[in-house]
């Protein structure tokens, strides 16, 4: 028996799309909080992504793109993290998962595993690229795939889990 799934695809012309991206950002907002208590967690964890990857999937580009853009910067105005020198690179890649998150819901039509891994390794890897044209450093532009793994990892495992918890919704 298959699971019914909804997946949307809202506009910016509905109420529901600022409330959804409202609501995911409240979360990449809390969840970076509780990781930055623990040393080094922001950069392991890489808590700004997961919600991003949620609200892109379940309800589309434009609810992904509210959170993914909203999210660090509210983050970095109110709590200084991330801080304004890697902003920009934080932004790229929450805008590359949210449009790579939205395509594979789109293509898929369901909630598929690797999809999702799909969707992460996309971001990560074309985001490192444009990091490493941008800083000109490797050792940097990598830093996600040296330190991040665990992130990575909770966002393909999580957001599935997550993303099955909700699937009715």
């Not at 028996?1 to 909804?6: A, F, H, L, S």
């Not at 971001?123 to 044209?133: C, D, F, H, P, R």
Request: proline content about 5%; some cysteine.
């Amino acid at each position: 028996m298959e699971t019914t799934v909804k997946l949307y695809s809202l506009t910016y012309k509905e109420v529901k799309t600022y409330l959804f991206a409202l609501l995911f950002i409240v979360g990449n907002i809390a969840l970076p909080q509780l990781c930055h208590l623990v040393p080094g967690g922001g950069l392991t964890w890489l808590p700004i992504y997961f919600f991003t990857l949620i609200a892109a999937y379940k309800y589309g580009l434009r609810v992904g793109l509210l959170t993914a853009i909203l999210s660090p910067l509210l983050n970095s105005v109110l709590f200084g993290m991330p801080s304004p020198a890697i902003l920009p690179a934080i932004l790229i890649k929450s805008t590359l998962l949210a449009g790579a998150a939205a395509y594979a819901a789109h293509r898929l039509q369901k909630i598929s595993f690797l999809g999702i891994v799909a969707a992460v390794l996309a971001y990560q890897v074309v985001g490192t690229l444009i990091e490493w044209a941008v800083v000109r450093d490797f050792f940097v532009a990598v830093q996600n795939f040296r330190i991040g793994v665990p992130g990575m990892l909770v966002q393909i495992f999580g957001g599935y889990a997550l993303l099955k918890a909700i699937a009715k919704i």
